[in-house]
């Protein structure tokens, strides 16, 4: 599903970001990363998704190549890949239901398709029932499930989260992590980015670990 081979990302010649990345990612599988601040997790979460390029090396992402994709072909990669950023960015002038369809109305779907869809994507999230809410007046577990919803509602094969929890209490952000669980369960190839140790040890099966220079890659046991 994800292969890294030799990727390295720079934003400037004296400030390299990725240094000589190598890894991959099975279909279906469960994966966290970690790291110390500026290490580059969020980095490393665009290139995956194809919204940056690394500065050399190769990606590829189901199947394709991305660091020899061209722009017209970007759009197809993303339909297969759910993304959740930091900033859910949600529009506030429009309810939760229009911001999940939002992704359905450049795929040529009908507005009854795109409707029914969203409607599966919010009851898969736990929001059944606020589908004319405007995501203002949602919390922030809520609204995060929201962005999930979103990034769903085209049922990719592999879904993209950084730090999805951050600044939730933690009853709320075991649901959102049991939400990612429970698609992975169902097939979708996951990857987080989280500092949150705790998760990870309830909830991921690997844990790649980002530090400056290098990539340490862990699988986790736990306990029946």
């Given at each position: ?11 400037a ?5 990725l240094?000589d990345?190598n890894?991959?990612v099975?279909a279906g599988e ?13 980095t490393?979460l665009?290139?995956?998704a194809?919204?940056e390029a690394p500065t050399r090396g190769r990606?590829d992402?189901?199947?394709q190549?991305?660091d020899?994709?061209?722009p017209?072909?970007?759009?197809y990669l993303?339909?297969?890949v759910g993304?959740?950023l ?7 002038d429009?309810?939760a239901i229009e911001?999940v369809?939002l992704p359905?109305?450049?795929t040529g ?12 994507a ?5 929001l059944a029932g ?7 007046a949602l919390?922030g577990g ?11 509602v085209?049922r ?6 950084d ?7 933690r009853?709320?952000a075991?649901?959102?992590?049991t939400?990612?669980r ?5 097939g979708v190839?996951t990857l987080?980015?989280t500092?949150d140790e ?5 909830f991921?099966?690997r ?12 699988p ?5």
């Open positions: 599903m994800i292969q890294f081979t030799h990727v390295y990302k720079s934003y010649a004296d400030h390299p970001v240094q990345i890894f991959s099975a469960f994966v966290f990363v970690t790291g110390p601040s500026g290490a580059g997790k969020s490393l665009k290139l995956v194809g919204l990606i992402v189901n199947g190549r991305l020899q994709l061209t017209r072909a970007k759009p993303r339909r297969a993304v959740i930091q900033d859910t960015h949600l529009l506030y429009r309810n911001n369809m359905l109305a450049v779907h009908s507005y009854a398709q795109s409707l029914s869809r969203a409607r599966a919010l009851q898969k999230v736990g606020k589908e004319k809410v405007n995501p203002m919390s809520e609204q995060q499930r929201l962005a999930i919803a979103r990034a769903i085209n990719p094969a592999l879904l993209i989260a730090e999805p929890t951050a600044n939730l209490d009853e709320t075991r649901k959102v992590m939400v990612f429970d698609f992975n369960q169902v190839t987080v980015a500092h705790e998760l990870m040890a309830e991921a099966h844990v790649l670990i980002i530090e400056p220079g290098r990539m340490q890659d862990f986790v046991r736990r306990s029946a």
